[in-house]
């Protein structure tokens, strides 16, 4: 879908060091305007505990590491 690309061209994504760590895994927070138009609000990406197996140290895991 060519309107895909467009938001992609439009809106590049950029590295974040405002983040924390929930329950659900690795909360990345951005700026308004920094990734996506003012019209969505802030920009929260969330990647998943499951998902950074190898990358977050166990103690850091809410679970542990279990």
């Known amino acids: 879908m ?12 950029q ?12 909360v990345l927070h951005y700026d308004v305007y920094s990734i996506a138009p003012y019209v969505m609000g802030q920009p929260t990406l969330t990647l998943p ?3 950074l197996e190898g990358v977050i140290r166990e103690e850091y895991r809410p679970d542990g590491g279990q």
């Open 15 to 26: 590295e974040s060091s405002d983040f924390r760590l929930t329950r659900k895994g690795l």
């Open 2 to 13: 060519d309107s895909d690309e467009d938001f992609r061209q439009a809106w590049p994504f």
């Open 49 to 51: 505990w499951k998902d």
